[in-house]
Nanobody, 120 residues
Framework: QVQLVESGGGLVQAGGSLRLSCAAS????????MGWYRQPLGKQREKVAT??????TDFADSVKGRFTISRDGKNTVYLQMDSLKPEDTAVYYC???????????????WGQGTQVTVSS
């Protein structure tokens, strides 16, 4: 059973910072791309940032220059969020493309989500 366990999140004032972390656990062969998505209340889920196993990153335009994504080893990903704005308020979900065996194609797994609220 593969699990993505998230931590971090919470309430912060505009201009503040938060750090999210997500660790993949269970039995699998390899974790490929990891990333963060968010879903504001009443809106669709959107990509925030991704990082490949080789360290290549990609960010949504709305967070460029404010958010940083990184990986610790192979199975843990972090999202450092600085200069937070009220429009960053959302449930943030960790995502990972994971191969459960050397012969299996990767599948997408999701964390349970963590609330980030930025007050003005």
């Amino acid at each position: 059973q593969v699990q993505l366990v998230e931590s971090g999140g919470g309430l912060v004032q505009a201009g503040g910072s938060l750090r999210l972390s997500c660790a993949a656990s269970g039995r699998f062969f390899r974790v490929n791309t990891m990333g963060w998505y968010r879903q504001p209340l009443g809106k669709q889920r959107e990509k925030v940032a991704t990082i490949t196993s080789g360290g290549n990153t990609d960010f949504a335009d709305s967070v460029k220059g404010r958010f940083t994504i990184s990986r610790d080893g192979k199975n843990t990903v972090y999202l450092q969020m600085d200069s937070l704005k009220p429009e960053d308020t959302a449930v943030y979900y960790c995502n990972a493309e994971i191969s459960i065996s050397a012969y299996a194609i990767s599948s997408a797994y999701w964390g349970q989500g963590t609330q980030v609220t930025v007050s003005s």
